[in-house]
């Protein structure tokens, strides 16, 4: 069976729900996703990050598997972890059991100006562009002054894996570089969707309408935790962003 196919109408429909989403991520982590260990490069990033911060309170924020939290939490930080699937959260429980919350990104059960920091990884890619904006408003909203916002989404640089996307699967008419496939995920086939940024898109969405300024942004080539792409290597952003 091909790992990745053109996707219906009404697949396309609903993989812009909450539920279609969150099933999805219930499936994967049940089945075949194997990102429950940080990559050589991610270690590197989050140890030069560690260093550069002062210690204080961090949101794991679409934990999954909870290893960046298990990280900050190893080095002295108070963590929390939030996401929206339950498989991913009982995985995570037994990795780093506590301060786990089953929330959505763009509607967090936390009081303004909580959190030193927030790492918001590999996660705006998978979201609708509507909640992209409210999840980053959200975000913002949670974080205290000064605080730092850490991003992780994917590259429109990276030409492979755009490419395999644009062939596969059917573009967004009103959110350009978004795509949804059908993709196999255990032995189901489920649909898919994943935003390529540019880099103004990334920093323009993290600055528009919140109190963040980015402050840094690079490229971080990390494999994906997904079978039916080939758990290849991959092009991402990594963008800073302080509150102002």
Known sequence: MEKLSKPSQKDIQSVQSHDVLESLWNQEFATTYELKNLSESTLKYFSSLNNRLKKGILLDNGCGTARIKKFFEERGW??????????????????SPTNLIYAPAHD??????????????RVLHNITKKVRKKS???ASRVLKKNGILVCCVQSKEDK???????????????????????????NKVMPYMKHFYS??????ELEENTHLEVVRIKIIEEKSG?????RKIQKYWIIEAIKQ
């Open 136 to 138: 980053v408003i959200e």
């Open 199 to 204: 880099k103004n898109e990334i920093i323009k």
């Open 226 to 230: 997904f079978e039916a792409v080939g």
């Open 108 to 121: 967090l059960p936390f009081k303004g100006d909580f959190f030193d920091a927030i790492i918001f990884w």
């Open 160 to 186: 492979d894996t755009y490419s395999k996307y644009k062939e596969n699967g059917i573009e967004l008419d009103d959110d350009p570089n978004t795509f949804v496939v059908n993709q196999v995920v255990g």
């Open 78 to 95: 108070t963590c929390f972890g939030s996401d929206i699937t339950r498989e991913g959260l009982k995985v995570a429980s037994r990795l």
